[in-house]
């Protein structure tokens, strides 16, 4: 092993961890958001108005993807839903780029790693992306295509028993399978979206008196569980390998790939080279982003960074996720409209910056290896109550904090353990989520007496797991 190997190593691992300890705290936050956002933001009444491929149609799509957060993966299998419920192909993919890109932590990650610049980009191109995407697909949509592969789908799903996951769409488990009290039966593909499915038709209260008791801080750790479940991997992956994409890819690498210069040409070049790069980087979600780091570190134009920031839909993995579900003719169809719009929108942007006077000067800060990471400064303290507020949300969620329970709160309908609060009225023991809960039933009990103290009295309840 050569002697300078090893001092290379530290120094790959330095920058990629020190990457992370600089975003840790935004990507935290991010979550916690957008947990809060997927708690207690109807999604059912979101789908349900998707409408068409018009632009009423594609606003809602895109707005539900922005507030429906998740990993590459999980993106394209809750399209996969909603494809076979009938919406339409344009919806479909503005919904699968908004819930990756367009979203809290993905865009404080960009603005913390890339600055102010890359994240109006990514916010304005993203908007400007699904704009050209939609006209894109209405102009060479082959339906007749389209509409036989939905029918295949559900016949195949229909032939091999397939149920899906009601909470994110994804293919249920015969493990995860409760009762609900209509008799119909449920799949689930985790037990963390059986919990949540269990916690949202438990709960009926308002979200401020929720966010009160531990039910619905219950919610939301589980929610916060999960959307870290989903995206470790790629977040990990992403930051160690922009360390060592910034030590020992030399610059004549990038000065092959990418050409130099401010002509349209080489902006052109760099955009499509930039989505090249993204589809065989296996790295998506917001693990693209410390990658993109590295490619800004290289040398490589705002339309190159931005683009493959756009393309973490169209990796070598994803692609194959289409593949299995769609077919190759399906899969060459999404991929080529996706890389057109990505690539044309990261040169749109480029443009757009160059006439404004607002892309970024390369020149203007230290590099990488220049950067000290681990310092007692703003980023020490953000991270120290980030990491507590994670620390809370997990101990709620792994202590079972308000978990579905054997009771039901008949303030705010979450169900409880009979550890909590109770309070007895005409006979009638009731048991409650909080003290909070238990304060509004004794004001007014014969507001809530009504309520079945027992969740599970009638047969096919939802607590039987």
């Known amino acids: 092993m050569p002697a300078a190997f090893i001092p290379q190593l530290v120094e790959a691992l330095r920058i990629g961890v020190g990457f992370l300890w600089t975003a840790a705290w935004a990507i935290i936050m991010g979550l916690v958001v957008t947990s809060l956002v997927q708690v207690y933001v109807s999604k059912d009444r979101m789908a349900a108005v998707l409408g068409e491929g018009d632009v009423a149609g594609v606003t809602k799509a895109t707005l539900f993807g922005a507030a429906s957060s998740g990993c590459s993966f999980g993106a394209v299998a809750i399209g996969k839903g909603l494809f076979k419920k009938g919406a339409h192909v344009v919806t479909v993919l503005a919904f699968m780029f908004a819930s990756t890109n367009l979203i809290v932590e993905l865009g404080l990650m960009i603005l913390i790693l890339l600055g102010w610049e890359f994240l109006v980009a990514e916010l304005l191109g993203g908007v400007i992306l699904i704009a050209v995407m939609a006209v894109i697909v209405h102009m060479t949509l082959p339906e007749n295509l389209f509409d036989r592969v939905r029918e295949e789908l559900n016949d195949r799903d229909r032939e091999h028993g397939v149920t899906e996951d009601p909470t994110c769409g994804m293919e249920g488990k015969d493990e995860y399978t409760i009762v609900t009290d209509g008799g119909e039966t449920l799949k689930f593909c985790s037990k963390g979206c059986m919990e949540t499915y269990q916690q949202q038709t438990a709960g009926s209260g308002d979200w401020r008196d929720e966010l009160l008791s531990w039910g619905g801080w219950y919610k939301v750790g589980n929610q916060y569980r999960k959307e870290w479940s989903m995206l470790y991997t790629d977040v990990i992956a992403g930051f160690l390998i922009s360390g060592f994409v910034i030590v020992f890819v030399p610059q004549w690498v990038w000065n092959s790939l990418f050409l130099q210069g401010d002509s349209l040409v080489a902006s052109a070049e760099n955009a499509v080279m930039g989505v090249a790069i993204a589809v065989l980087s296996f790295v998506g979600s917001m693990g ?16 190159g960074v931005i683009a493959f920031v756009y393309a973490d839909l169209i990796t070598v993995p994803v692609l194959n996720v289409y593949r299995k579900y769609y077919g190759l003719q399906v899969m060459a169809y999404i991929l080529g409209v996706f890389f057109v719009t990505m690539a044309f929108t990261g040169f749109l942007m ?10 970024p000067n390369l020149a203007g800060g230290m590099t990488a290896s220049e950067q000290t990471y681990f310092e007692l400064n703003y980023t020490f303290y953000l991270n120290l109550i980030a990491f507590a507020l994670s620390g809370f949300l997990l101990f709620v969620y792994r202590r079972g904090l308000g978990a579905p329970g054997q009771y039901r709160d008949p303030v705010c309908g979450m169900r409880t353990t009979g550890d909590g609060p ?19 039933f004794e004001e007014t ?4 007496a009504t309520v079945e103290p027992v969740a599970d009295a009638s047969a096919g309840g939802h607590d039987h797991h």
């Not at 693209?288 to 134009?301: D, E």
């Not at 109770?422 to 238990?438: I, L, V």
């Open 422 to 440: 109770t309070a007895t009225h005409d006979g009638e023991t009731y048991h409650f989520c909080s003290r909070h809960c238990k304060q509004a």
């Open 288 to 303: 693209n982003v410390p990658f993109a780091v590295a490619l800004w570190g290289g040398g490589v134009s705002f339309a």
């Open 350 to 359: 480029e443009q757009l910056f160059e006439a404004l006077d607002i892309v």
């Open 445 to 448: 009990p014969g507001d809530f």
